[in-house]
């Protein structure tokens, strides 16, 4: 079961949240949250909870504030968690993500023979463009295979773009 979180309008259930639970799962604490920065660690929190209660539904301006954070700031930790696969953009306006269970996204990167130096090189990739522009998983694994197969210096490739 996957769950979702619709940043787009606001529909609060103050009291379910107060007095409601999240669930983390320990793969989460042990392999993600070690590495991650700490308010990417509070976005995917936050998120997670608003998650788990589908008919909740909170603005990205609103998710942002609560948090003490700016819009930009929640969206590149969003970004974030889906190069790591453990969220899925599914819309960008309103912005919609779906939360993938821990247990699959670990599985998957086992599976996928999980490669550091492409996600620091995805990092550095998405903060060439902040905002201003959203990549997709396609234009990143090409521009990856760039330093692959041809050869060419990962500096020489963040100058081009």
């Known amino acids: 079961m996957y769950w979702s979180v619709n940043i787009g309008m606001i529909s609060l259930n103050n009291e379910w949240l107060a007095l409601g639970s999240t669930s983390i799962s320990n793969t989460f604490i042990l ?25 909740n539904e909170i603005s990205l301006s609103m998710f942002a504030k609560e948090l003490g954070m700016v819009e930009e700031e929640v969206l590149q930790a969003f970004q974030y968690w889906e190069r790591r696969k453990l969220v899925v953009r ?59 197969e041809l050869n060419i210096p990962q500096e020489v490739i963040m100058m081009l773009i």
Request: hydrophobic share 35%.
């Open 31 to 55: 392999d993600f949250l070690p590495v991650a920065k700490g308010d990417y660690i509070k976005v995917y929190l936050y998120g997670l909870m608003y998650a788990y209660n589908s008919n």
């Open 90 to 148: 599914l819309q960008d306006n309103p912005v919609k993500y779906e939360y993938i269970p821990v247990s699959v996204a670990a599985a998957n990167r086992i599976a996928e023979n999980y490669d550091e130096a492409y996600i620091r090189f995805s990092d550095s990739l998405y903060s060439q463009f902040g905002e201003r522009r959203k990549l997709h998983g396609n234009e990143t694994k090409t521009a990856f295979e760039w330093i692959e």
